[in-house]
């Protein structure tokens, strides 16, 4: 290995502090979760209350269906179409879980859709 | 008379190298190392990193974009063929650049092309979803290309040692007999 492979690596590893540190400025402080913000193809779809229950259903119409449920586990994809099921497989993000406040967020990449827990504003 | 020979040859190693490229593509689709989405070892990466190291630029693009076309084909689809065909390119690019560059082995030019890679597939992510939902994933994408471009690295700067020896070795065989042929031809 040579000097300039290491310079490479420390590269990597400056991008990776870098998105770190973009990662901790623009995630959730100890705010308390009140609302889900669901976001279709990158534009904001609905703002739902995390107190009532109810399944939100988009369907794009091109095949790509996703069920999103909100209950006192949390908010959950339920159901999606898309193959790789690792939204539906993330399970519920439950808004008194402290590990919900690194990772705030379902991600269905096939399909668009993003749900992410939002705060009491402040 | 010397010329389709040579073609013959650069298309046989294209195709054999493009069939390798898509094999260890779907091993890795077979088993994926970890839970998190987009992170793999990137074995087929270093089939690219041959055709960096050993191959010319048109050829070394050539096998990019066979590779991506043809497995996005047989395994992933469209949206998975526009994932991969951004990585792909940005990745290309990076490691040619870097391999021109002296006095960087093989290593950096893997770990820049994993690095660019990621960053290629992250940007098309961002596009579809917006860049803060998957803002979580970045460091971590980061960190594992470092890591399999290291591991990438390591394993074809071996092979590449090999391959290329071998390859002169048999060049001079094959010339040693045409220029057999040539005397006997004249004779």
Redesign the interface.
């Known amino acids: 290995?040579?000097?300039?492979?290491?310079?490479?690596?420390g590269?990597?590893?400056l991008?990776?502090?870098l998105?770190?540190g973009?990662?901790l400025l623009?995630?959730p402080h100890k705010s308390a979760f009140s609302s889900v913000t669901v976001?279709v193809?990158?534009q904001v779809y609905g703002i739902y209350p995390l107190d009532e229950e109810q399944t939100i259903t988009i369907d794009q119409g091109n095949g790509k269906l996703n069920v999103i449920r909100i209950d006192e586990h949390g908010v959950c994809m339920e159901r999606s179409s898309c193959?790789?099921q690792?939204c539906v497989n993330k399970g519920c993000l439950d808004p008194n879980n402290d590990e919900t406040l690194?990772?705030n967020?379902i991600?269905c990449?096939?399909n668009?859709?993003?749900v992410?827990l939002t705060g009491g504003e402040g | 008379m010397n010329k389709p020979r040579i073609a013959t040859r650069k298309l046989t190693e294209l195709a054999l190298l493009t069939a390798a490229a898509l094999v260890l593509g779907y091993v890795e689709y077979l088993i994926p190392i970890s839970g998190v989405p987009g992170v793999k070892l990137g074995l087929s990466n270093m089939v690219l990193l041959y055709a960096v190291a050993l191959l010319d630029k048109r050829n070394a693009c050539l096998l990019m974009i066979l590779k991506v076309g043809l497995s996005g084909l047989l395994f992933g689809g469209f949206s998975a063929m526009i994932y991969s065909f951004a990585g792909g390119v940005l990745s290309l690019a990076v490691m040619l650049l870097l391999y021109s560059i002296k006095g960087m082995s093989l290593i950096g030019v893997s770990v820049g092309g994993a690095l660019a890679h990621n960053i290629g597939q992250i940007l098309v992510a961002a596009c579809v979803v917006g860049f803060r939902s998957i803002l979580f994933y970045v460091p971590i994408l980061m960190i594992a290309a470092v890591i399999a471009g290291i591991l990438t690295g390591v394993t074809a700067k071996l092979l590449v040692a090999i391959l290329s020896k071998r390859k002169d070795g048999q060049e001079t065989i094959e010339e040693t007999k045409r220029d057999d042929k040539a005397e006997k031809d004249e004779k």
């Open positions: 290995m040579k000097r300039r492979d290491w310079l490479i690596i590269c990597g590893l991008l990776a502090l998105a770190l973009a990662w623009l995630s976001y193809n990158g193959k790789n690792l690194l990772d967020w991600v990449l096939p668009g859709v993003t992410e």
